[in-house]
């Protein structure tokens, strides 16, 4: 059973770049597909990146050529490198596992969620 610990998040001015991390306990790149969710508060969780286990990708058109999911295997570790924040994706991000062979930007298909990490990116 994966458990996801987020880490990462922090304060960036619009522009800049953080990159977040998600631990995952029995972190197993061939048998889960793995994602990054973000919410804000009054609104629902939204799909923002994932990967399945052929290592696609696929992204949310609001991230498409700022943000980039990755994952090293050898480190049990999940990456979203974020770069051009701007004020909008000031959110709770959260990293989500699903036992599936593909990958989904819908919340309801995944089984382990982590705690998630604050972004807040300020004009």
């Known amino acids: 059973q994966v458990q996801p610990v987020e880490s990462g998040g922090g304060s960036v001015q619009a522009g800049g770049s953080l990159q977040l991390s998600c631990a995952a306990s029995?972190?197993?790149?061939?048998?889960?597909?793995y994602a990054w969710f973000r919410q804000t508060p009054g609104n629902e969780r939204e799909g923002v990146a994932c990967i399945d286990i052929y290592a696609h990708t696929a992204y949310a058109t609001s991230v498409k050529g700022r943000f980039t999911i990755s994952q090293d295997n050898a480190k049990n570790t999940l990456y979203l490198q974020m770069n051009n924040l701007k004020p909008e994706d000031t959110a709770m991000y959260y990293c989500?596992?699903?036992?599936?062979?593909?990958?989904?930007?819908?919340?309801?298909?995944?089984?382990?969620w982590g705690q998630g990490t604050q972004v807040t990116v300020s004009s």
């Open positions: 029995a972190y197993t790149a061939s048998s889960y597909s």
């Open positions: 989500a596992a699903a036992v599936s062979s593909w990958c989904s930007l819908w919340t309801s298909f995944y089984n382990y």
